[in-house]
């Protein structure tokens, strides 16, 4: 299992403002080579009765120390991690859990290039009120 990011319960209060139920376990992915846990698994009803489903990867990059690093390895997690669920066959959609400050900062054009060019979801959280700000698809 891996570390959870500082800001990881603030997500999933969040999300569950918004309707959704998160499960109490990261979700787990076995491939021969690769184990892999992603820190969200959650559904929501829709219309009484349809279940929509999502994952997603929180990153919260430490306010004071976020630098181009964290921004490479937040974007190859999500990347490597959507290609093993389409390797498994899994069509869950997968985001990239993040503030909404540091979509505001450390997001730069070029980053929301990259966001848009390799079609990253991103589910854009405002810590302070526990709600999400925006879902970019």
């Not at 937040?74 to 669920?85: D, F, H, P, W």
Request: net charge neutral; with cysteine.
């Amino acid at each position: 299992m891996s570390r959870q990011d500082f800001c990881h319960n603030q997500v999933i209060r969040a999300l569950q403002k918004d309707g959704w139920v998160v499960d109490d376990r990261q979700f787990r992915l076995r491939l021969p080579s690769r184990l892999i846990f992603i820190d969200i698994h959650a559904t929501k009803n829709s219309n009484g009765h349809r279940e929509n489903v999502l994952l997603a990867e929180v990153k919260c990059f430490p306010e004071s120390q976020a630098d181009t690093t964290d921004l490479y390895q937040a974007l190859g997690q999500y990347i490597l991690y959507r290609s093993v669920l389409a390797e498994s066959e899994i069509s869950i959609p997968l985001y990239l859990a993040i503030p909404d400050t540091i979509y505001q900062t450390v997001f730069d054009s070029s980053a929301r290039r990259a966001v848009q060019e390799n079609r990253i979801k991103l589910l854009i959280v405002n810590l302070e009120t526990e709600r999400i700000s925006q879902w970019i698809n």
